[in-house]
């Protein structure tokens, strides 16, 4: 007896967020939608994440129009999204009601699947995003942030997983953002988890590709009774993004277990996608090939290219291997945090500060947050005495409780605001759009009526082929290239060939 | 308790030829050759195959003495070679005293392991060099080429397996060139082949990444009881080459399996090569990220690339959908040889012919060989009007016999015709090299003492970035360039940017 296992589609979410820097337009998603909607999938991830934030400050695109265009244009798919816990899409901690109004907006414009987590996997911050989902009626996915370190084990993940049942969901997600999960673990963390919360827990696996094995640990997660996993078409895959569906699908035969996918409308989303990925060569990530040094450092890949801009910008290129190997002393001296949005960026600015000035000499206001507990509470103790410097340095107590537990009412005040600013439209999604992004959603307000912008560019139009094609590398330029040249008024043919 | 998985490096022979067309010069990977030896590795591959017939045509260097600085350099490995069978490095079936003398020049310059295999599983194409290994007391590895068809079977494999036992050899190796090789397929041949010819026959299994499955075929085949596995280093892995030996290491943790390669040379090996790979850009495999139709078409990708530079010298370059699917006809009528060198040139050249000018209008000369058996048995029957009219048209007949039992003893007729070459030395490894490249050596004996050349260029000097650095992708010019041009004797500043 063959057993299906569902898929979830990555590639209009986490995949060109991975590969691309989240910069893929819209319109070079919507002649695909159909054949992805026929595909077969469990769900098709296209929201959430940094998407919302790279609409509206990249692509001058309503994320809430985004949203309805899929729901029309992938009408029998689920559509998934990420999002961030108490968070939401944004960065700082949003009072309830805020999180309430975010998460019924959503399912109002046709969201179906809400994948929510916390950076520091703390329940409190999971909770009532979880409630707001299952009072609209759609699916509440609750992670776990995947890590490993001292503290971490098989068994404390499940016992998270646990809690999250008790808390109220649909479906347990493990999320390994970093490619972390090895086969072995993989394979004891879905069965311990049906073990612990019942066979018929929904348990959906959700990993990167950077560290090259955890395909192996899909396969794992398989056998040990995953009901869905996670991949992007080829196409749109590997390096520190996602394992490739074709991949998985291929991998079953004679194994016991089978997908349902149309493999010729997988054939199709993937040459799309390999004519659109060059597009974007110019945002496209530089690690490409396989990079196990992940599994000593914990980094995910984009955390690496963030310290090495900052360093860069410091005139410090040079230090990156000091500053990955603080890395770790930065999260044990943090209770351990899973390295993740925004605990990723907190913790590698700290290390990039600790290399450049001492170590902890200096504290950023949101490493010493995390100290004091105004993220919530992790998962490991953290260092008393950074606890300490942390207070007196930004004048604030440490607090135990749920963060959002301090914040007022804002969502009047926030509507206020919002409804201020020229082109705000007056909807809660306006209004959201601003609670999420201050500083952001002015000018998209003003811009919007422009229409949406496409970054991408065809490859002719780039001075180089591009390095991301699946199919097609570059050619190097051999012989010289001419070009006319004005000097005044007169035209000049110049060749030009490499030295 | 746990069992080693031994290794066997492939970065100096299969990986660079799959990846980088066999260029890489001797002089590029002699630095590294010290970590190599060291890293823990059961063999470290590193001739034959195309790198002799690489040497002389396109390096200028002499295979034999790369060979004998290898013994030098990697004084604590076993050297290993891929040797096919009676046609050893060449393109013809030798006559079986050149065999018996190749393989003792070999092991005397210092080759320990010999990987010997025939392209149509003929295993009277392989008897011969796996004596003459053996009477050198050298190590006679008899290899199974892996393919799918209707005709092949697990069964079908184990039956081979237990054949080239009986024959007489030291280990088998799985053979999976095309990266055909499924998860489940893989675990059964390991355990038939163990349950066949004993639990002690050593398993070697050699997958390329190319489908991206095989590092869960590898998986499975360890937990098969798999003894050694065929892995090359991240920064020369992926695409139509092979997994990456850091993923197999650390995928294994807490599996029951281990390997005892040592972490620290992995890094050092892994850093060399990701600065030498750029400086082979030009000679990249297009093909970089994972390609599942091959499990349609039974192509390995450089087979791919041979039929479109074909298709292109007849204008015919968007005919290669055509050609693909033509490739499985031509397989059938042939017999369902496993496509590799050289049947998988001889199968594709014939559907390119085909899809030109109509099915079998048109045969090569190789294919009607092919047809007739002068390449050996094939494992599944061949087309009986396609022999007759391979015969009418060869004017041969066909045959039954090993196709090296027709051969008149052939080496002193060799040794008098290459000693009569300018440059030649006089030694039995000169004829050799003139025996299996007749058309090249002479050019290679006069040039001989210019020594090698080195193909790669710094990625400085290329006109782009690499395409290919697994870890340093290309970055798109974005602003304008400076140069000076110098316009008969007044020198202009010109900037020149992206249309």
């Known amino acids: 007896m063959t057993r299906t296992v569902e898929v979830t589609e990555l590639a209009l979410r986490d995949g060109h967020q991975s590969l691309l820097a989240t910069r893929m337009a819209m319109e070079d998603?919507?002649?695909?939608c159909e054949d992805i909607d026929q595909a077969g999938y469990w769900s098709v991830e296209c929201w959430g994440g940094a998407t919302y934030d790279s609409c509206i400050r990249f692509l001058n695109e309503d994320p809430w129009e985004r949203l309805r265009t899929f729901r029309k244009l992938l009408p029998n798919s689920r559509l998934q999204m990420l999002l961030r816990g108490q968070n939401l899409l944004g960065y700082r901690h949003y009072e309830d009601t805020v999180v309430d109004r975010f998460v019924e907006k959503s399912a109002e414009n046709g969201m179906d699947v809400f994948r929510v987590f916390d950076a520091l996997n703390d329940v409190r911050n999971i909770k009532r995003a979880l409630e707001a989902v299952r009072r609209t009626g759609k699916h509440a996915e609750a992670t776990i942030c995947y890590t490993t370190s001292p503290l971490h084990s098989v068994d404390m993940f499940v016992d998270m997983a646990e809690q999250l049942c008790e808390a109220g969901c649909d479906s347990i997600c493990i999320k390994d953002m970093a490619a972390l999960l090895r086969p072995q673990p993989a394979y004891d963390l879905v069965k311990g988890i049906k073990q612990r919360c019942g066979e018929d827990t929904v348990v959906h696996v959700h990993v990167h590709s950077t560290t090259g094995v955890t395909l192996v640990s899909l396969m794992k997660a398989i056998e040990a009774g995953a009901d869905i996993v996670d991949t992007c078409i080829s196409s749109m895959s590997l390096g520190p993004g996602h394992n490739p569906t074709e991949a998985l699908v291929e991998m079953l035969p004679g194994t016991g277990y089978e997908t349902r996918l149309d493999k010729d409308r997988l054939r199709k989303i993937k040459k799309y996608f390999a004519g659109i990925r060059p597009r974007y060569a110019e945002f496209a990530s530089n690690i490409l090939g396989v990079e196990t040094d992940i599994f000593d450092s914990q980094i995910p890949g984009g955390m690496i290219s963030n310290m090495e801009s900052q360093l860069k910008q410091q005139g410090a290129a040079d230090r990156v291997e000091e500053v990955m190997a603080e890395v770790p002393r930065v999260r044990e001296a943090a209770g351990f945090p899973p390295l993740v949005t925004p605990s990723s960026q907190i913790v590698g600015t700290q290390a990039v500060l600790n290399v450049l000035m001492g170590p902890f000499k200096v504290l950023t206001a949101e490493f010493a947050d995390l100290m004091l507990g105004y993220y919530g509470e992790t998962q490991g103790?953290?260092?008393?005495k950074l606890i300490e410097a942390a207070s007196k340095q930004a004048k604030k107590e440490p607090i135990t409780c749920?963060?959002?537990?301090?914040?007022?009412?804002?969502?009047?005040?926030?509507?206020?605001?919002?409804?201020?600013?020229e082109g705000c439209n007056g909807t809660d999604e306006d209004v959201l759009t601003y609670a999420m992004f201050p500083k952001v959603a002015p000018k998209f307000f003003v811009d919007r009526a422009n229409g949406p912008k496409n970054l991408g560019k065809s490859p002719e139009s780039q001075t180089e082929p591009s390095a991301v094609s699946a199919s097609g590398g570059g050619k190097s330029i051999t012989g010289p290239i001419s070009y006319k040249v004005k000097l005044g008024n007169r035209t000049h043919s110049v060749s030009v060939e490499p030295a």
Chains 1, 2 share one sequence.
């Open 402 to 421: 749920r963060p959002a537990d301090m914040l007022k009412p804002e969502w009047d005040q926030l509507r206020t605001n919002a409804l201020e600013l």
């Open 381 to 384: 103790d953290r260092d008393p």
């Open 29 to 32: 998603m919507v002649p695909i």
